[in-house]
């Protein structure tokens, strides 16, 4: 499944349905099965037990599908501003990160849902710019993006509280689990801020959240888009896709392939890239076999897709 932003001007985003066989391409399926739109933007999609929980940022709301059917079963319009990522944990707790007024620092939030009533039970107050989200070993993990600002933290929830934050690089954009190791590679302050900085990868041990190792790239070096696969990491910095082996970190590690991808997911040998092309026509998902490096699939997409989920 892939989640598509939309215009940015107006509009609805929408997801895009390609099967494991890639024998089968639906566009715009919520639509197609319900016959209304999803909303502006469609910012992300997370699951729990049979629903899909697709959160759309701009229309303030979090629309819940069938992840099978994709039949509407309900939304959530209360208690969320700005959201923009969704985690499910225990089972009957699913967390949001909310920007709230993206121009006002002291605002945002993590909302915290009853995935047994699809309602907000309570909100977290963390700092500004909540961004991706991750769950492991009943904590949840945010990293503070910036929001349109740069931040440079990792917040830890637990349960309906904050239990701390951990210092990282400049604007953390992505994060992935391995074991009990958290990795958050951080952009670093871009040039047009007037205080560039380089980007990082920094290594959490989850068993006590301390960070272990910090790697620093060049100051005008700002990557993106972590993925993993096995014990290999990767990313997006300057047009090209990097290789890492988590087991000896030395950076850049290697490019494989060319391109100037929107997001990434790695999976069983396999990246997957979205091309957001002009951000105004219909994008594209391609396949890569990462033992070649070789484009072994395309398929369009809708505008600017912006999220790549396994329905398994």
């Known amino acids: 499944l892939i989640t598509n932003e939309g215009p940015f001007s107006g509009g609805s985003g929408t997801v895009t349905y390609i099967a494991e066989d890639y024998a089968t391409v639906a566009q715009n399926i919520y639509k197609t099965v319900n016959g209304a739109n999803l909303g502006n933007i469609v910012q992300s999609m997370g699951f729990q037990d049979d629903n899909a929980y697709i959160v759309v940022n701009n229309s303030n709301k979090i629309m819940i599908a069938n992840r099978y059917s994709f039949k509407s079963v309900d939304s959530i319009t209360e208690g969320v501003n700005n959201p923009r990522y969704f985690m499910a944990a225990d089972g009957d707790k699913g967390y949001v990160t909310n920007w709230g007024d993206p121009n006002d620092n002291t605002d945002d939030y993590v909302s915290v849902l009853d995935l047994r009533t699809n309602t907000i039970a309570t909100s977290i107050t963390v700092a500004f710019g909540p961004e991706r989200i991750l769950a492991y070993n009943n904590k949840i993990y945010v990293a503070h993006q910036g929001g349109y600002g740069q931040n440079n933290l990792i917040s830890i929830i637990s349960g309906n509280g904050l239990e701390g934050t951990i210092t990282v690089g400049d604007v953390p ?140």
């Open 173 to 312: 954009n992505s994060m992935v689990i391995s074991g009990n190791t958290l990795y958050v590679l951080c952009g670093g302050n871009p040039n047009y801020t007037g205080n560039e900085t380089a980007g990082s990868l920094v290594k959490i041990d989850l068993s006590n959240g301390q960070v272990t190792s910090t790697f620093n790239f060049n100051t005008t070096e700002h990557p993106s888009n972590l993925t993993m696969d096995g014990t290999n990491l990767y990313y997006t910095m300057d047009g090209k896709v990097f290789k890492l082996n988590s087991t000896s970190i030395s950076l850049p590690g290697t490019d494989i392939i060319e391109g100037f991808f929107y997001t990434l997911e790695a999976k069983n040998g396999m990246l997957y890239a979205t091309d957001a092309k002009d951000f105004v026509s219909k994008g594209a998902l391609l396949i890569f076999d990462l033992t070649t490096n070789q484009l072994i699939q395309e398929f369009q997409t809708g505008i600017i897709p912006g999220g790549i989920y396994f329905n398994e």
